[in-house]
């Protein structure tokens, strides 16, 4: 078998914005059905043999109550996804929300199948269709990068704003490393627009840097722990009156140097020493973020977490098709004032 797993919000919205003021008779915002329905003709038509699922976005109940604890605990200063804007949200965004229900029964119509799980996002289940379907080729409709991860010789991820298919073979020879290690990257980067907080200070091209030369986060914090562990028996870790000076130094921006750090933190001794200049390794360069990376070890273990997906999701159903209705997908599309799209849409037939 071939699926077509696509990535539902992340068509749609994107749809949303890239037809925005668009307004039927009656101005209903009619961007995101267009745009959505436009782009399921196209792949139907790139993809004829292939057999399509949407999935909708649930909500990750695993990485909610992982992150809430951290927060609890103290590890990260505000949950997964805290940072997304609730009040006053672009207008494209409001439309998809506003029209979701009725742009998913337009696609009902047309007899592609759709779900949505309640406790799992959209890649946990589409990871878990890929992890259930080894044998089968499949192709990841979506521009999010951390399906990146999914990619295997029987796995490809089709970019649709790009129009490019990037397969296994494409992101290990343009990042030197295995697409699975694609989540040892966001560890240490963190990922900010999912409110993942990973070392502070790196950026995503220091952390791929260190995957390529150490295969993992876990390799990447040994490699350093060996390299600093007899310094730290000389410069044990700061606490008290040496904390509250570690946390005193600013940068020539007169911002923390060492922001969310943690009384005892391991290696933050190193750190002050540095500082004090009572330590002065013959090679500077890289040495803040490697003892940045040690401090902040157990926030790591957590972005590695959040950006891993689940992918033994049980008891999913069997993809088959629905039923293609075209009466009442004309009325629809007639309805949304998008009837331009009426001879493409028998290609669902």
């Known amino acids: 078998m071939k699926y077509l797993l696509i990535d539902g919000n992340n068509l749609a919205i994107r749809a949303a914005f890239a037809n925005s003021g668009l307004m039927n008779r009656e101005e209903v915002p009619t961007g995101v059905h267009f745009g959505t329905i436009q782009s399921l003709i196209y792949l139907r ?51 998809f929300f506003e029209q979701s229900q ?111 030369a150490h295969g993992s986060w876990q390799n990447t914090l040994k490699f350093f722990h060996d390299k600093y562990e007899e310094i730290r028996k000389i410069h044990p870790d700061a606490t008290g009156d040496d904390f509250v000076e570690l946390k005193s130094f600013k940068t020539p921006k007169e911002k923390d140097k060492y922001p969310e750090i943690m009384d005892g933190m391991p290696f933050s001794g190193i750190a002050l020493a540095l500082e004090r200049g009572d330590w002065k390794p013959a090679k500077t360069s890289g040495v803040k973020n490697e003892l940045m990376a040690l401090m902040f070890e157990e926030r790591i273990k957590l972005a590695y977490s959040l950006k891993k997906m689940d992918t033994e999701i049980e008891n999913l159903p069997n993809i088959t098709n629905g039923t293609f209705d075209r009466k009442s997908a004309l009325e629809y599309l007639d309805y949304m004032d998008i009837d331009s799209l009426t001879e493409e849409i028998e290609v669902f037939e």
């Open 102 to 212: 009725v742009l998913k029964l337009g696609i009902e119509k047309l007899g592609i199948p759709q779900m949505r799980l309640m406790d799992y996002e959209t890649d946990d289940v589409i990871a878990s269709y890929c992890e259930q379907n080894k044998e089968d080729e499949i192709v990841c409709v979506t521009t999010d990068k951390d399906y990146y991860q999914l990619l295997t010789d029987k796995v490809s991820m089709w970019n649709g704003m790009k129009e490019v298919m990037i397969t296994k073979h494409i992101f290990s020879t343009e990042n030197g490393i295995d697409p699975i290690r694609h989540v040892d990257v966001g560890a240490l980067s963190g990922d900010a627009g999912d409110n993942i907080f990973g070392v502070p200070g790196w950026g995503e091209k220091t952390a791929l840097k260190a995957i390529q």
């Open 45 to 95: 038509q790139q993809f004829p043999d292939y057999q399509i699922l949407m999935v909708w976005d649930g909500k990750s109940k695993r990485r909610v109550k992982e992150a809430s604890n951290a927060v609890a605990n103290g590890l990260i200063k505000s949950g997964y996804k805290a940072n997304r804007k609730k009040d006053d949200p672009p207008q494209p965004l409001l439309d």
